[in-house]
């Protein structure tokens, strides 16, 4: 399925593991807790893991269909808090709050779309910038409802997760990354699902141009609120995650400096691929973690960095290996051509 | 009545700093076509010039006020030169982008250079005047006056001068306006030189008002970009007018509604009138 997306759409995806290297990926990354690392390294790949799906579903927007959306992470704050809300004030089960969140995310994203897409381009970005502050500010003064300053404490694990952890015998810890990994796999699933269906070409086809994308016969405006959508209901998902795997809900989770730090990890792995999603946050979070003295002042270092990679890899690492591989794959022609020709 | 007056009196000064800081938005935008994210990082930068030049150098205000916004001009013009004029015929969503990382490396760079306390300006004219009962302190006639001032000489400069009318044609038609001879590569560096200056004299003016802290470019980033959507972007009157509503509608609602949710106003007025009209009230083009 996985390899299947990338190889129908000619030229799209050349940067791919093939169905089989997501396996290998994923296989690997599931025996990761069965050799017992230390519980810093399993909040690592937790972190990652939602870094990534958040990534992810800003790339269905920013990578295939063009558009920069800034108000991600305050979907991502709604879907956190709609969990901690409802598992805290409400009582439901994290089980039931999770898709209400994804679901109220989606909703609202249709919303958001069906004002901010009468923008275009500059405007859209700077538009949806202004909700997410919005959504942060909101978040940050509705004290009744989401403990404002103070913030939301002790939201649950979910229900089972312990008991199920413990029978298998592992810790806690481990049952939060296999909750996370399977939400990545099912992320990845869908957006490539996506990706590779009319729908997603589509996608690709308004990133090129929207006036030929209209002319070739595709209602512009919907596939961008179906993007818009899916889009958001990711970024809810991841942050049903978070909630649960923190605990601990901030209004400065929604903010537009996380926006940011999810533009620079998507950034860096590659827009527009299936692989750079995941490459990028594993890449630089880690990065981050190691350069910990630097915490306060990283961005002295990935200011520049987002500049450079901008102005000249815009495609991430993923597109650097992609045109590295093309030019091999020239090369290899070529030189045949050449010894025919010998 | 003399309450009101006040609130009013307060929004005109507010109104006066944010129409300096978008002036310069919305003029990079019309002629380069770039939302420059970078442009609060700016602010920021040209208050904490100011505030080195006053208590390092220990001079006045006024050199003060002058060396930030020829400090700012010059890196203004530098980023233009390095970054954005390089990118002119990319996506545009990547000169956007490099924006931000510009104004991450500007907070960052701050934050360590004068560190994450808030710093004080004091006033260069103390002390209130009453008029008929409203009180008024003299920084804030100083900023509504000298926004004003400013005002005027941009529009003498944009309307009147030869350099400012390349300005103008570069924001109307940019091939047309190389067609006719304009130095369309000198227009773009100053262009950015002038909004850099705008937004540290905007700095300077209502630093004594406010605390002088690293991020406190971020909020007006958000307000300067509402505004020129709101007055149409690219647009020098548009730029004005919605300054001016959104200080109105900022300090009128913080009174009359919630103080807690004044920044929220704003943005609740501009997702009202983009739902409205996209294209903002002004469209481009003067």
Known sequence: ?342 | MSTFLQQLFNALALGGVYALVALGLTLVYGVMRVPNFAHGGLYMLGAYLSYAVLTGLGWGYVPALIISAIGVALLAAFMERVIFYPMRNAPHVHPMIAAIGVLFFLEAAVQLVWGPDFKQITEPVPGIVNVGGVIITWQRLLVIGASVVVMLGLNYFLKRTMTGATIEAMSQNREGARLVGVNTNRVGMMTFAISGALAAAAATLIAPIISVSPSMGEVMNLKVFAIIILGGMGSVPGAIVGAFLLALAEVFGGYYISLDFSDVIGFAMLVLVLALKPQGLFKRGT
């Open chain 1, 1 to 342: 399925m996985l390899g299947n997306a990338g190889t129908k759409s000619a030229g799209a995806g050349r940067f791919k593991l093939g169905t089989w290297g997501w396996v290998a990926v994923f296989v690997l990354a599931a025996l990761v807790p069965l050799f017992g690392p230390s519980g810093y390294l399993l909040d690592i790949g937790v972190n990652i893991m939602i870094y990534a799906m958040l990534a992810y579903g800003m790339n269905v927007l920013l990578g295939y269909t063009g558009q920069l959306p800034l108000a991600h992470a305050g979907f991502f704050g709604i879907g956190a808090y709609t969990v901690g809300i409802l598992t805290l004030k409400a009582g439901w089960s994290f089980w039931l709050a999770w898709p209400a969140a994804v679901a109220l995310c989606a909703v609202l994203g249709l919303l958001l779309g069906l004002v901010a897409f009468r923008t275009k381009g500059d405007a859209f970005s700077i538009f949806t910038l202004g909700v997410g502050v919005i959504i942060m500010l909101v978040i940050n003064k509705w004290d009744a409802l989401t403990g404002g300053n103070e913030g939301l404490n002790g939201i649950n694990p979910p229900a089972g997760l312990e008991v199920l952890s413990k029978g298998v015998g592992l810790k806690l810890s481990a049952g939060f990354y296999y909750l996370a990994l399977i939400a990545l796999i099912l992320t990845v699933l869908a957006v490539a699902r996506a990706r590779g269906s009319v729908f997603g070409r589509s996608l690709i086809a308004i990133r090129g141009g929207e006036d030929l994308a209209r002319s070739a016969g595709i209602d512009v405006f919907t596939h961008k609120l179906r993007a818009m959508m899916l889009s958001t209901a990711i970024a809810g998902f991841a942050g049903g995650v978070y909630a649960v795997y923190v605990g601990f809900l901030g209004s400065a989770s929604a903010g537009p400096a996380m926006t940011f730090t999810v533009l620079l990890y998507l950034l860096a792995g590659g827009l527009g691929t299936l692989a750079g999603p995941l490459i990028g946050p594993a890449l630089l979070y880690t990065l981050t973690q190691s350069l910990k003295g630097l915490q306060d002042y990283q961005y002295i270092v990935f200011g520049p960095l987002l500049v450079l990679l901008i102005m000249f890899a815009p495609q991430g690492l993923a597109g650097l290996w992609m045109k590295a591989q093309a030019r091999r794959e020239l090369a290899a022609v070529t030189g045949k051509k050449g010894a025919e020709r010998a």
